[in-house]
């Protein structure tokens, strides 16, 4: 897949936050890249080079960094409606 792909996979889990050209996680969504860790309540930031996550721990702050073409499949995890 091209990055174009990737970034509409990452754009329909996400939405803006307001004053930045990050995005967070739909509510209730959980997202998992290249069979890895799963990120819940993550940021996002679709760079032009790289697709960085950031989760907060406590008082840290973890960014993860992903170059889009090591990108190999995404999973979105969310809740289903019954």
Do not use: C
């Amino acid at each position: 897949m091209n990055k174009a792909t990737w970034e509409k996979i990452f754009e329909y889990a996400s939405m803006p936050v307001h004053g930045t050209l990050s995005r967070k996680l739909r509510k209730g969504l959980t997202i998992q890249i290249n069979e890895g860790k799963v990120y819940a309540q993550a940021v996002l930031f679709l760079g032009e080079e790289f697709l960085r996550i950031t989760e907060k721990n406590g008082k840290e702050a973890i960014n993860t960094y992903y170059a889009w073409d090591k990108l190999v499949n995404v999973r979105t995890i969310g809740e289903t409606e019954e």
